[in-house]
């Protein structure tokens, strides 16, 4: 649905690609962000940030993002806990 958005906003304003640019990556991001986490629900912001190739501190955003989402949950404290995807 974004990605669709983007690319009609992309048909209309020619001059904006580089807005559109960084919004297919969040999404791309965040949908890099869920694999991993597929993988193995132990994987701390650092460990992500450093496999999708951003920042730790954006890797902490696209993570609160998610869980607020619902697409994401943490159990446990946050040295021994696991992230859970949900769907």
């Known amino acids: ?3 669709n958005a983007l690319k009609e906003i992309s048909e209309t304003h020619s001059g ?7 919004g297919i990556n969040v999404v791309t991001n965040e949908e890099k962000i869920i694999a991993l986490l597929k993988q193995d629900g ?3 912001a650092n460990m992500l940030s450093v ?8 890797a902490q955003r ?3 993002k998610l ?5 994401i949950i943490r159990h446990g404290a946050n040295k021994n806990g696991y992230w859970e995807v949900i769907g």
């Not at 999708?52 to 954006?58: I, L, N, S």
């Not at 869980?67 to 697409?71: I, L, S, V």
């Open 62 to 64: 696209i993570l609160a």
């Open 67 to 71: 869980k607020t989402e619902g697409k």
């Open 51 to 58: 496999s999708v190739g951003v920042t730790e501190r954006q």
């Open 1 to 3: 649905m974004i990605r």
């Open 42 to 44: 132990n994987m701390s």
């Open 16 to 22: 904006t690609s580089v807005v559109i640019n960084v």
